[in-house]
């Protein structure tokens, strides 16, 4: 399990790290679209914000264990998550991706929205895109006044740190790089442009969290499964040198026995 674990963690590793610059450069891109969209557009309701009564959001947790913390800590994450949000008087639902992370929320705590599970190592817009729907669906019908997404964001191989972040609504950039403003010219409008890439930006940011996910579940893996093969070991030199010396026992008494035999028998 280690050495598939390891295989699929530089695979995953590989893939987050290649995706990761793409996402953050359309997050920005986004923002700044946003900021320059008035107030009074028709899409108002995508970027500006409501009254919260009810929060969305999407856990991505894995389908199986035997990764150590990692589903423990984000778990734990959303919880304290979900906790403050009612302590604010905010209503939660949970879109869940993953069975360890539905599993938990049907035994302790039923707000789920919907679940998807079964997701393969290499995942695609192909099945994100149903994800990306409901949830753009739920915000703009007023079921989630705003979306938030909790996963496992991978630092490096020994470090994985579960976040929350805001997907919806989309918050317009506070300040705009010095290279942003003369760099980008859209056309027709910006608001035109971002009707054409909502759907495609909020699953680029899923697709993004799932690849984080994975590369951190896999290395979590891949470090659960050494540290349980050494644990392994260990235990294994333990019971060779008990067995050793229960055995070594053994031929002793019967040693003593046979020379006790024979000088009573003299």
């Known amino acids: 399990m280690e050495a598939v674990a390891a295989a699929k963690m530089r ?3 590989t893939q987050v790290l290649a995706t990761r610059p793409y996402a953050q ?23 500006q914000a409501r009254p919260v009564r009810r929060v969305g ?14 589903n423990a800590n984000v778990l734990r994450a959303a919880a304290l998550f979900m906790r403050t949000k009612r302590q604010e008087g905010a209503e939660v639902e949970v879109v869940t991706v993953g069975r360890k992370g539905r599993d938990w929320l049907l ?4 707000v789920v929205r919907a679940e998807f599970t079964g997701l393969p190592d290499s995942p695609t817009t192909h099945y994100i895109g149903p994800i990306a729907h409901l949830l753009v669906d739920d915000f703009t019908s007023g079921h989630f006044d705003e979306v938030y997404i909790i996963y496992t964001d ?17 918050e ?24 054409q890439v909502l759907y495609g930006f909020t699953e680029v940011q899923i697709l993004q969290a799932l690849f984080e996910s994975l590369a951190s579940e896999h290395s979590a893996r891949m470090v659960a499964m050494r540290n349980a093969t050494d644990a392994a ?12 010396k229960a055995r070594q026992e053994g031929i002793t008494r019967e040693l003593m026995d046979i020379v006790g035999g024979s000088a009573a028998v003299k």
């Open 172 to 195: 317009p950039a506070e300040e705009v790089s010095v290279q942003m403003a003369p760099d980008y010219t859209f056309e027709p409008s910006p608001e035109a442009v971002l009707t």
């Open 107 to 110: 035994r302790y705590d039923p």
């Open 57 to 70: 959001i999407l856990l991505v947790t894995a389908d199986r264990g035997l990764a150590g913390g990692f």
């Open 233 to 244: 070991g260990e235990l294994i030199d333990t019971l060779t040198l008990t067995y050793n």
């Open 11 to 13: 695979k995953a590793q």
């Open 25 to 47: 450069q359309a997050r920005e891109v986004l923002s700044y679209i946003a900021r320059m969209t008035s107030i009074d557009s028709e899409l108002n309701p995508l970027i």
């Open 154 to 170: 991978f630092v490096n191989t020994l470090r994985q740190e579960p976040v929350a972040h805001k997907l919806l609504p989309i």
